[in-house]
């Protein structure tokens, strides 16, 4: 062992942990605060916009956010959408969803969204320094059981989703990302803290650092994708609603970009995520076979990968099927991030198997 | 996979279900066994079955980790049929304990690549066709197409039409689109370009690989083995069937595989964790020093095998997979004879090589003697007299053990569990209820058995480990095939397919117009910015500030363009020209 255990550090991390865990705790409050109040102002603004535009617009921009989950489906029809539908950067008024589809930023100011942003930025750095100090504390990569790989999963889905926030205004996701980091940092110190320690023999290998890096990248990226899908089928059947003249009962989802727009950016992330733990699978099955002699055993953490992959191949094909688009791709995209889920707590605890490092 | 999915046969009437039912009805008992097969082939290679396959692949594969499997264990799989009476022979005859090759995992799996081969093979010949072709003829409304857009060339730059077209035919050479020029010399040239063939051929090379993967995997089943073998400090493994305490071939495996190398245990060290509070303990590195020879007259070569880093030898690959302690006894007999001298592989059976110890001595006279019992490295016992071990290392090691004398069965020739012993038809001599007494032994320490029955002396603590042997000639060809697969993987998601086409036409006032318009085929966001891109391009190649408006907000601080969007409005109607007011950009 290279270097030794430095339990003082350890506790720091703990510290640090926490510290960010408050830290988002307050950024999440002030993005629902800022999908409150945004959606608020922008209903008023709307009010008065409606008493100048006829009602007959609405049908129509409605119409453009829905087409993913009209039968227009196959690769010809759907090379089309993204390009002529990315048409409306800048809110138009008297439409159900206001955010661009490009989602870039809009000129407007969202003063609560601002705040939640730079406490997001504050979090994570505090969640940084944790997983810094952890890796120093036990003299390693900081992803040796269930509580590293969780701390430090939970860091890099926020990395992921500021770095995205730089080009993108993503900053509807923030509820949920926000939210699933808590859970993660929560879940991690309740749940499965675990002191820092030594790796035992069968993960002293440099297939630790790759294999598992990579897991954690596209399970932080499955993590987004995941938000996004749940909110494309909020979306889409609030568009239907609205587009069947009912009543538009989640205001809010106003600042959500249209199903269609959440779909293709969900799709691309997932292509991302999706060759990251293919590699995943690939870079297990080489440590397997340097740990345990064979590339490939269906142990029950190998069984759940696989399912993983399959589910998210699934995914990209549906995008080419007919019948398959929209709201089925994003049900796959969420089963896709159940099963991810399940593998990491379930299999982890309860599943025998030659991946039992929870290190509980 | 298949792009069948997108013909889809319009209903031609409203009362359209009533007449393609009416059709079915006629039409079936019509068809043939071939047109069945064909049927068949057609419903199996389509998406739809594709994708319905891959999922219920997933779904299958999941009772495999709910259930005890076969492969891996099969002694648990014999105990949980045991435990559970009421559907454990159930789920036996359904395959659920030997999920991966069952007949109905096999066949999700088989029909799925049989349906991908019927995918493949017709998109790679389509596919060989199309890069063999020319870019498809200029639509004759470029303005219909996602992306279009229009420049305008004054007449004073003096280009005319066709050089127009030979300028652009330059510039998309230059970014990677392959260029045909349609009616070079006529009123009005086109082109047509396309770039990103390498997608479909990545798309092709991630299918086709992954039935590399599984053939390489069935290669390694058939030519492939493995093995198990304990070895205590001292013994050598000589890599013969003789020499694997279990032996598993491939179907056609041959013994003449076996290269005869020779693996010796020389010395076994472990380190334990003695820094932190949690895992005190914990062992943190497994270390053994053997000495190899490549066959019985190689000189011999000492090398340390680890975990995680297995030794390579005669085709076969080492691993490191167990380890213990191995209590050394001498057993003399009733006679006074030596009946068993060596070390006893101790089976792991709780915290801190809490291992319980099986010995069992059919040479002994004239009773045969069994012994049974834990060996603790570190000996405690608590105040209700149940020992445990304090400590994975040898701070003070203890045998504890009863004893039997009689018949152990052994010379019937059944095999026997060398790590169990029955004990229902033997005599017991030593034992905790008994009045001698249980047996304990510290390292050094002799025990003479009572009725005269022989001793039994505790004379050190070796370690031995568990290798793995194994030789899969396959796993080289998917790791190949693998990477193969993700390298297609890779361009088929990333490159993007694309076809472009520029129109060229003079105005009646002398000015050359000119529009383009642009094709993705399948996903591609990026198409916009291609499109802004090039309309940059042909711009500086004729002189002409590009419009801010259709090259997008990455153009918003450049100056404004003072030429094309006026000097469209006043096309005349019936004038031959290609540009047209109403592009899709327009309608914003």
């Excluded at chain 1, 930023?105 to 406490?119: F, G, I, K, T």
């Excluded at chain 2, 709910?66 to 789920?91: C, E, M």
């Excluded at chain 2, 020992?387 to 045998?399: C, K, R, V």
Aim: aromatic share 10%; net charge neutral; glycine share 10%.
């Amino acid at each position: 062992m290279p270097f030794g255990i430095n339990e003082t550090m350890g506790q720091y991390s703990e510290l640090f942990m926490l510290l960010a865990a408050g830290t988002y705790t307050v950024a999440f409050i002030a993005f629902a605060w800022d999908l409150a109040k945004s959606s608020r102002a922008l209903q008023a603004i709307e009010l008065k916009a409606a008493q100048a535009v006829e009602p007959a617009k609405v049908p129509a921009a409605v119409g453009a956010g829905n087409r993913a989950e009209s039968s227009v489906g196959g690769p010809a029809g759907r090379a089309e959408r993204p390009s002529s539908s990315a048409a409306s950067g800048t809110p138009v008024g008297g439409g159900i969803v206001t955010a661009g589809a490009d989602m870039k930023y809009s000129a407007a100011r969202r003063a609560p969204a601002r705040v939640a942003v730079a406490l997001t930025v504050l979090g994570a750095l505090i969640h940084g320094a944790g997983v810094v100090t952890r890796a120093l504390g036990a003299g390693r990569v900081p992803w040796g059981n269930m509580y590293e790989f969780l701390t430090t999963g939970a860091f890099v889905a926020i990395a992921v989703f500021l770095l995205v926030l730089i080009r993108r205004d993503l900053r509807f996701l923030g509820t949920f990302v926000v939210g699933l980091a808590i859970i993660m940092l929560v879940a991690a110190s309740v749940a499965y803290w675990t002191p820092v320690g030594h790796l035992v023999p069968a993960l002293q290998s440099y297939w630790l650092i790759i294999h598992v890096s990579i897991a954690v990248l596209s399970s932080a990226l499955f993590t987004l994708t995941f938000a996004m899908s749940a909110l494309q089928l909020v979306q889409s059947h609030r568009q239907k609603t609205v587009a069947a003249g009912g009543e538009d009962k989640l205001g809010f989802m106003r600042l959500v970009p249209s199903a269609l727009s959440l779909e293709n950016l969900s799709y691309r992330i997932n292509a991302i995520a999706f060759i990251g733990w293919t590699f995943t699978l690939m870079f297990g099955a080489i440590w397997a076979e340097k740990a345990w002699g064979r590339f490939w055993g269906w142990d029950t953490k190998e069984v759940w990968t696989f399912v993983i992959w399959v589910v998210y191949a699934g995914y990209l094909h549906a995008r080419a099927t007919r019948g398959w688009t929209g709201t089925r791709a994003a049900w796959l995209s969420i089963v896709g991030y159940l099963c991810v889920v399940f593998n990491f707590t379930i299999v982890n605890q309860f599943f025998n198997g030659l991946h039992s490092y929870s290190g509980l | 996979m298949s792009e069948r999915v997108n013909v889809k046969k319009k209903s031609p009437a409203p009362d359209a279900d009533k007449v393609s039912a009416a059709k079915a009805d006629a039409a079936l008992p019509a068809l043939g066994a071939k047109e069945m097969l064909r049927f068949a082939w057609t419903q199996l290679t389509s998406m739809r079955t594709a994708l319905f396959l891959l999922l219920l692949l997933a779904v299958a594969a999941v009772p495999g980790s709910l259930f005890p499997q076969r492969p891996a264990n099969p002694s648990v799989v014999t105990q949980y049929i045991k435990d559970h009476p009421d559907y454990g022979k159930l789920l036996d005859s359904l395959q659920l304990y030997d999920v991966y090759s069952s007949v109905w995992f096999s066949a999700i799996y088989l029909l799925l690549f049989i349906s991908l081969i019927g995918c493949v093979v017709p998109r790679a010949i389509a596919h060989y066709k199309a890069m063999r072709s020319q870019p498809p003829r200029t639509p004759k409304r470029l303005s219909r197409l996602p992306e279009y857009g229009t420049l305008v060339i004054p007449a004073d730059a003096g280009i005319p039409a066709s050089d127009a077209i030979h300028g652009a035919v330059g510039l998309l050479r230059k970014r990677g689109y392959r260029v045909e020029v349609r009616d070079a010399d006529g009123a009005r040239p086109s082109l047509g370009a396309e770039r990103g063939l390498s997608k479909e051929v990545g798309n092709l090379i991630f299918h086709t690989s992954l039935i590399g993967v599984l053939v390489s995997v069935a290669l390694g089943g058939l030519f492939g083995y493995s093995g198990q073998r304990i070895l205590v400090e001292g013994d050598t493994f000589v890599n013969t069937l003789v020499g694997y305490d279990q032996f598993t071939p491939g179907t056609n495996f041959q013994s003449s595989q076996l290269q005869p190398y020779s693996v010796q245990l020389d010395k076994f060290d472990i380190t334990f964790d003695r820094e932190s509070q949690g895992k005190f303990g914990q062992p943190i590195d497994f270390s053994a020093a053997v000495t190899t020879k490549e066959n019985p007259d190689a000189p011999a070569k000492k090398e340390t095998l680890k975990v995680n880093d297995p030794i390579t030898l005669g085709g076969t690959s080492i691993y490191l997979t167990g380890n213990g302690y191995a209590p050394v006894v001498t057993i003399r007999d009733g006679d006074g004879n030596v009946a068993m001298q060596g070390p006893v592989v101790a089976k792991l059976q709780g915290d801190n090589y809490y291992s319980s110890v099986v010995i069992k001595v059919p040479d002994a006279k004239p009773d045969q003697l069994g012994f049974q019992g834990f060996f603790l490295p570190t000996a405690f016992v608590t105040e209700q007299g149940v020992s445990f071990s304090g400590d994975p290392a040898l701070f003070n090691p203890q045998l504890s053990l009863n004893s039997y004398y009689g018949d152990l069965g052994l010379d019937t020739g059944s095999p026997q569990n060398v790590f169990e012993i029955d004990v229902k038809d033997l005599t017991p001599l030593n034992a905790r209820n008994l009045d001698a007494g249980g047996i304990t032994l510290s390292p050094g320490a002799t025990y003479t058995l009572p009725d005269g029955k022989g001793s039994i002396s505790f004379d050190g603590v070796k370690r031995y480990v568990g290798v793995d042997i194994h030789h899969n000639p396959g796993q080289l060809y998917a790791l190949i095939f693998a990477l193969l697969a993700v390298a297609g993987l890779i361009l088929s998601l990333y490159v993007n397919r694309r076809r472009a086409w520029v129109r060229t036409g003079t105005h009646d006032d002398g000015r050359t117009m000119v529009e383009y318009g642009l094709l993705a085929r399948g996903e591609d966001h990026r198409l916009a910015g291609e499109a802004a891109a090039i309309r940059t391009l042909l711009a500086q190649e004729w002189g002409l500030a590009a419009d801010p408006q259709q090259d997008g907000d990455r153009q918003e601080d450049s100056t404004q363009s003072q030429q094309t969007p006026s000097s469209l409005g006043d096309n005349g109607a019936g004038t031959p020209t290609p540009a047209s007011p109403a592009g899709p950009e327009k309608d914003q």
